[in-house]
């Protein structure tokens, strides 16, 4: 009957010490693993590159939503955004800040006549 209760022992032991191996290799595993969140809310997210320079950004800084893609020396160069109204806008601009395309295209008030 002893050695019946020592087999006992050594087996709960042992699948004891199997289940904690296990678990601790699925929790290894699990810190490997990217989270992923079902939902993140923010009102502004900011990509930065390699160096720490802001390179794009979403975020509402007019109150209506906006995506802003900025070069290498940290200029808006092209952006994407509801005006007030909720008309779509898109625009390219050149590394002198001069527009080279836009979306409607911008409406430049035209002299009147005399």
Request: aromatic share 10%; charged share 25%.
């Amino acid at each position: 009957m002893r050695i019946f209760r020592s087999l006992i022992l050594v087996a709960i032991v042992a699948l004891f010490g199997f289940l904690s191996g296990v678990a601790l290799m699925e929790a290894r595993e699990a810190q490997r693993r990217p989270r992923i969140a079902e939902s993140v809310d923010a009102r502004r997210f900011r990509l930065f590159d390699a160096d720490g320079n802001v390179r794009a950004e979403l975020g509402m800084p007019f109150g209506e939503p906006a995506l802003f893609l900025y070069d290498s020396k940290g200029k808006a160069r092209a952006w994407i955004l509801l005006d007030r109204e909720g008309n779509a806008r898109i625009m390219f601009v050149d590394p002198e800040e001069q527009t080279v395309w836009t979306a409607p295209p911008i409406q430049t008030p035209q002299p009147k006549g005399e």
